[in-house]
């Protein structure tokens, strides 16, 4: 006999058809669950570095705060080097700019958009590319197929946190001396093999926006072993200026503030909260989807900061989209990241209309993915909620 599962619920509220809000019941949730809820950490510390900050009236312009926020990130990372930004898209255009890319780079069309528009933004050309099933992130092979002549870099993308396979990237791109750069806006605190995802490739682009397991508020860091990069990159984000009035690049201004980086270290001092609450959540889940026909739980990142199914409807027999409708009229804000893929989305639709061909992987997981609520706004009771009504929804009670 199993062992009880501490994540199992077995009490709900919905148990039949007739249950769910969409044929007329009481919607489960009476306050909105949804996906990104910020996590907040302590008040008291946060409002006591918002004090000091008015106190020295220090505003932004690599101020303490955001020196000590990068310290705190590169030992996280394991990184020498972290530049702070205003948030993760500029970190990933200072990332392109300081490497130097020219002509094409490969990235995945499963993406958040903004992946795609950096490159778009810098007159690169982004070669759209097929991810692997499982992983969700850049397949090596679909990868080769389209290096050219004019490729300068790969960006891969650490979906969901989970890492790409850096090892065979490494190689694709040293064989042909390209940069390797990669996005990893969901992968703070994500590990592989024990090794932080954020020390990968030549650069890392990170993200503490507000939905992000640590937050800034608004914010973003590139993480890097190269310090000449990292030098570049503190112009680059500073208009340029090397010194009071001397301009030595073309820079940007990708400055993070003083107020974002004290909010970053108070989520910091609380991320093993945070962890905690992810990982319970997502035990909750593994526990409450097990053996639901047509619905895969991915294998996400290490932090556990976002939890994805695949609703097969072939198998289940209810689409992706109807279960979207059927949550939401219970207040359970699920998501369709990454719907449609970027490749389907201006200017690259219209650029690229044939582009869903040679992306099969990539059309599926976006008819398929749903991305669930987890974080300090979430209980394990929710979750078993949740869960329930995807039972309900697919006919199995
Ligand atoms: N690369 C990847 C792979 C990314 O996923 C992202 C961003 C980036 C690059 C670029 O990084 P940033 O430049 O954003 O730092 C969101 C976020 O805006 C975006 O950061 C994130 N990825 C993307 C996946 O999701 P939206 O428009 O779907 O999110 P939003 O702002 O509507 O928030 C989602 C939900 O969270 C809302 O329904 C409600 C809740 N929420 C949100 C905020 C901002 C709150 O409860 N409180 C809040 O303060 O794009």
Redesign the pocket.
């Known amino acids: 006999m199993r062992p009880p599962d501490p994540f199992r619920y077995t009490k709900s509220v919905k148990e039949r058809p007739a249950d769910l809000a969409v044929n007329g019941g009481t919607p489960a949730f009476a306050e909105t669950l949804?996906?990104?809820?910020?996590n907040i950490g302590d008040r008291a510390r946060f409002l006591e570095r918002a004090a000091a900050i008015l106190d020295r009236r220090w505003l932004t312009n690599d101020g303490d705060m955001v020196r000590a926020f990068e310290r705190e990130v590169a030992a996280a990372c394991g990184v020498p080097h972290v530049v702070a930004v205003c948030?993760?898209?500029?970190a990933?255009a200072l990332a392109c700019r300081a490497l130097g890319l020219t002509g094409e780079v490969i990235v995945p069309s499963f993406?958040?958009v903004?992946?795609a528009h950096v490159l778009e933004w810098h007159g690169l050309v982004p070669v759209f590319c097929d991810v692997d099933p499982a992983t969700h992130t850049l397949d090596p092979d679909r990868v080769e197929e389209l290096l050219s002549d004019r490729t300068s870099a790969i960006l891969g993308?650490h979906?969901w946190g989970r890492a790409c396979d850096v090892e065979r990237l490494r190689t694709l791109a040293d064989r042909r001396r390209l940069a390797l750069l990669f996005?990893a806006?969901?992968a703070f605190a994500c590990h592989r093999d024990g090794v932080p995802v954020g020390s990968f490739g030549d650069a890392a682009?990170l993200?503490?926006?507000?939905?992000?397991i640590v937050n800034a508020f608004?914010?973003?860091a590139v993480a890097t072993r190269d310090g000449e990069l990292a030098a570049r990159l503190r112009l680059l984000r500073n208009s340029g200026f090397a010194g009071i009035d001397r301009v030595a690049a073309v820079g940007l201004n990708a400055k993070m503030t003083e107020v974002s980086a004290a909010m970053g270290l108070t989520s910091l001092e609380s991320l093993a909260v945070f962890l905690e609450a992810n990982r319970a959540n997502y035990a909750a889940y593994v526990s409450n989807l097990d053996g639901l026909p047509g619905i895969r739980l991915v294998d996400t990142g290490t932090s556990r900061a976002h939890v994805v199914i695949e609703v097969d409807q072939e198998v289940c027999g209810v689409s992706r989209d109807r279960l979207v409708e059927i949550l939401w009229a219970e207040n359970v804000?699920a998501?369709r990241?990454f719907h449609p893929g970027c490749h389907r989305q201006a200017p690259y639709a219209e650029r690229y209309p044939a582009a869903g061909a040679r992306l099969p992987v990539t059309e599926r997981l976006a008819e398929q993915v749903l991305v669930l609520p987890t974080g300090t706004a979430v209980t394990p009771g929710d979750v078993a909620e949740a869960c329930s009504i995807v039972r309900v929804a697919i006919g199995e009670r």
Not at 34 to 38: C, I
Not at 87 to 90: S, V, W, Y
Not at 207 to 212: G, I, M, R, V
């Open positions: 949804h996906v990104g809820r910020p948030n993760g898209t500029m990933l993406t958040f903004a992946t993308v979906l996005d806006a969901h682009a993200s503490f926006h507000a939905t992000k608004e914010g973003g804000r998501r990241y």
